[in-house]
């Protein structure tokens, strides 16, 4: 099973971004997905998840309205499209594959993060 | 949203101690949980699944336990590729929440 993030990189306040996370070794259309954020020198915080047909997403109420997950079953790959960046959303974005058994879910295994850096 | 707090923030212990690392939901959140360790540098990986579960791979001096409220990581024995940080989260609701994470130092 790997994860491999891309498309961090510098961006300006106000500006947009997209990451994608390609996914390997599972059945990706059989998994609900997440991106979890890590600011420098900070703890762990998690974005948003989005469930495997791609119809349910929830989001964390600081990304609210200005970030969307999405995913493309067909290409094995998760997406999240940030726009009007602030400064506080500088961190490594992570995606993670997610477990569901008997109603409790769990992150395993986890990508190697990508960097974005808000600032101008 | 659930808040989880996690204590102490870091502890320092020598080669063969017994670590203890508590986790505390600010309500009940049944065996919803899972642990995390992250080393400098590198992703977060799973430890600990339902409270208590041990993931496949993970050495079994780590334990976890607890339900509702309280939940406890333990390193029953303490190694030098132990040293980490490690991270509750709870998965009972949206947000899934973290707690703040734990710094474990070998002394």
């Known amino acids: 099973v790997q994860l491999l993030e891309t498309g961090g990189g510098l961006v300006q306040p106000g500006g947009s971004l997209r990451l994608s996370c390609a996914a390997s070794g599972f059945t990706f259309s059989s998994y609900g997905m997440t991106w979890v954020r890590q600011a420098p020198g900070k703890g762990l915080e998690w974005v948003s998840i989005i469930g495997h047909t791609g119809v349910t997403t929830y989001y964390a109420d600081s990304v609210k309205g200005r970030f969307t997950i999405s995913r493309d079953n067909s290409k094995n790959t998760l997406y999240l499209q940030m726009n009007n960046l602030r400064a506080e959303d500088t961190a490594v974005y992570y995606c993670a594959k997610k477990v569901m058994v008997r109603g409790d879910n769990w992150f395993d295994p986890w990508g190697q993060g990508t960097l974005v850096t808000v600032a101008s | 949203d659930i808040q989880m707090t996690q204590s102490p923030s870091s502890v320092s212990a020598s080669v063969g101690d017994r670590v203890t690392i508590t986790c505390r939901a600010s309500?009940?959140?049944?065996?919803?949980l899972a642990w995390y360790q992250q080393k400098p540098g590198k992703a977060p990986t799973l430890l600990i699944y339902s409270a208590s579960i041990l993931q496949s791979g993970v050495p079994s001096r780590f334990s976890g336990s607890g339900s509702g409220t309280d939940f406890t990581l333990t390193i029953s024995s303490l190694q030098p590729e132990d040293s980490a940080t490690y991270y509750c989260?709870?998965?009972?609701?949206?947000?899934?929440?973290f707690g703040g994470g734990t710094k474990v130092e070998i002394k």
């Open positions: 989260q709870q998965a009972n609701s949206f947000p899934f929440t």
């Open positions: 309500q009940g959140i049944s065996s919803f």
